[in-house]
Nanobody, 125 residues
Framework: EVQLVESGGGLVQAGGSLRLSCAASGFTFDDYAIGWFRQAPGEVREGVAC????????HYSNSVKGRFTISSDNAKNTVYLQMNSLKPEDTAVYYC??????????????????WGQGTLVTVSS
C-alpha cells in the first residue's frame, strides 16, 4: 500500500520551532520528490518545500526560505521539515506529498500522486 504518514504537528508560540516527519512506504523512495504543502483556512494550498530523494536537491517557497529546512533519511524512507522562527501566518494543515515530477510541487498540488493525511501546525502570537 502506498502511504505517507506525517507526525510532529502541534501548538507553538511565535518564534518557536517544530519538526514534522513524513514516513513513506509502498513505493521506491529514491524515484520520487517528497515535500510539504500547507493550507490555511480559506486559503489556497501552497507548496512549501520539497526534496529530490535521489540527489538531495531542495526547493523552498519564498515564504519559508531561510526559516524551514527539509531533509531526508533515505535509509528510513523518511523526510523531515524543520521549521524555525515560526510566525502566526505559518498556521495551517501541513500535508506531506510525493510525486515523480519535481515540477508538480510548483503547482497547487493538483497533480501530486501521493498525499499524507495532514498534520495541524498552530502558531500563536
Amino acid at each position: 500500500e502506498v502511504q505517507l504518514v506525517e507526525s510532529g504537528g502541534g501548538l507553538v508560540q511565535a518564534g518557536g520551532s517544530l519538526r514534522l516527519s513524513c514516513a513513506a512506504s509502498g513505493f521506491t523512495f529514491d524515484d520520487y520528490a517528497i515535500g510539504w504543502f500547507r493550507q490555511a483556512p480559506g486559503e489556497v494550498r501552497e507548496g512549501v518545500a520539497c526534496i529530490n530523494a535521489s540527489d538531495g536537491s531542495t526547493h523552498y517557497s519564498n515564504s519559508v526560505k531561510g526559516r524551514f529546512t527539509i531533509s531526508s533519511d533515505n535509509a528510513k524512507n523518511t523526510v523531515y521539515l524543520q521549521m524555525n522562527s515560526l510566525k502566526p501566518e505559518d498556521t495551517a494543515v501541513y500535508y506531506c506529498a510525493a510525486d515523480r515530477r519535481l515540477s508538480h510541487f510548483n503547482t497547487d498540488g493538483g497533480y501530486i500522486e501521493v498525499w499524507g493525511q495532514g498534520t495541524l501546525v498552530t502558531v500563536s502570537s
